[in-house]
């Protein structure tokens, strides 16, 4: 008798990933944080990954990789955020375990002026994020909490591209 294994929730949560992934680059965001969104109240959902956090910086761990795009979990302890940034990708992300405060800011008047703060947004367990690749979306993500928080983030380059395809750091 020829037994088929129940997938995980994380094997289900990079299968909608791979359809949304494959939407017009227009709606390919949204759909990529609708996708996420039904898995991250899993308490379960990476169990059997190993990801660790780190006491000087949140890290980011490879989940999977698809056709121009990468998923990872960032693991951020308390008090660890991002630098001020902008993206030369689309992302979507989503919060899997604690909470988050992303930060939002507008660019200065003239070039190579400092983003100025313009909004904050707690995001809890379920809370998904997204935006276009888009010098004037600028934002931090922070765990401005007492206890780890773990993401799940979706970005449309491949993983190798990440130090310089994802992130334009601005301050």
């Known amino acids: 008798m020829n037994m088929i294994?129940?997938?995980?929730?994380?094997?289900?949560?990079?299968?909608?990933?791979?359809?949304a992934a494959r939407r017009p680059l227009d709606d390919r965001p949204a759909a990529v944080a609708a996708a996420?969104?039904?898995?991250?109240?899993?308490?379960?959902?990476?169990d059997g990954r190993d990801c660790p956090s780190n006491p000087d910086r949140y890290v980011r761990h490879l989940l999977d990789e698809g056709e121009g795009y990468a998923v990872v979990a960032l693991v951020w302890r308390p008090g660890q955020m991002s630098p001020v940034h902008s993206h030369h990708t689309w992302c979507a992300l989503g919060v899997h375990r604690g909470v988050l405060t992303e930060h939002f800011f507008s660019p200065g008047a003239n070039p190579g002026d400092v983003p100025r703060p313009m909004a904050a947004h707690l995001r809890g367990t379920g809370d998904t994020s997204h935006g276009p690749g888009c010098p004037d979306l600028i934002h931090r993500i922070a765990n401005c909490c007492a206890e780890t928080a773990v993401s799940i983030h979706v970005y449309g380059v491949p993983y190798a591209q990440f130090a310089d395809g994802v992130n334009r750091i601005l301050a």
């Open 5 to 19: 294994a129940a997938r995980t929730g994380l094997e289900n949560l990079l299968s909608d990933i791979r359809v």
């Open 36 to 46: 996420i969104a039904p898995y991250l109240g899993d308490a379960c959902l990476l």
